[in-house]
């Protein structure tokens, strides 16, 4: 953690528990940057999270109240503190698995219901913290610890799913675009609605030694190679639009 950001982390806490190569470390960077250059009150925020890697981003780092709750349920929690004090703040951070496999009608539901929560999903396409199985944003064809022939369904894209549910806010980045990233977190944090940013984060432990993406440099290239944005794409053959993924903002 730069030293500028230290200031938003609990006292005591010397390491963060990320792999070499994780891209969550990154997006808990870019989360605070975001809240720094907003100025915000940290004692007006609360931060939620489920179970897994991507639910550590938050809890117990971020020197502010933060809630560490059960897999899946992080949205369900950050709708009754929402309920319960309309004026905070209330952001999720969680993972892929957790908000939209185990979690993915809480995450459906509240986005229909357009509740003015920010959900941060670290997407890194496998269940990381308990041993890289698959998950419902697992690419197909890739190999994970529960599909030793490859994944055999189309994954999910999580930014089409909540926005044909009812979400008001929603952009997908990577932890190799910072400047996007912290950009797309400022306007959900402004943003009085269902905001959802996927963020693509790389899992070199988990995900990348078994698809052939042998050190954790691979990984973070692979997603500068493939990641662009909407105008990019325009002109692209269905083909090489296949090995691409748009990045930026879907709805604002
Ligand atoms: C009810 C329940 N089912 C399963 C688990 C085991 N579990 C904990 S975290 C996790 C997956 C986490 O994956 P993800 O949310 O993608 O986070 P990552 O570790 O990849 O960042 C699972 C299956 C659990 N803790 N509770
Ligand atoms: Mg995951």
Known sequence: MARAMG???????????FCPGCGHGI?????????????????????????????WIPSP????????TLHGRAVAFATGVKLYNPDL???VVSGDGDLSSIGGNHLIHAARRNIDLKVICANNMVYGMTGGQVASTTPKGSMTS???????????????LVEAAGATYVARYSVTQPVGLINSIKKAILHVGFS????LSPCPTQYGRRNRFDRPED??????????????AEGLTVGELAEKIITGEFLS
């Open 27 to 55: 997006l808990m960077h870019a989360i605070l940057r975001a809240i720094d250059e907003l100025k915000m009150d940290m004692r007006r925020m609360v931060f939620v999270s489920g179970i897994g890697c991507a639910a």
């Open 146 to 160: 529960t599909t030793g022939e490859g994944n055999p369904y189309r994954p999910f894209d999580l930014c089409k």
């Open 219 to 232: 990984l973070i290239q692979d997603l500068i190679n493939r990641c662009i944005s909407e105008e990019e």
């Open 89 to 91: 703040c209330v952001m």
């Open 7 to 17: 200031k938003y982390i609990r006292p005591g806490i010397k390491v963060t528990p």
């Open 61 to 68: 780092h971020f020197n502010g109240d933060t809630l560490h």
């Open 196 to 199: 959802f940013i996927e963020v």
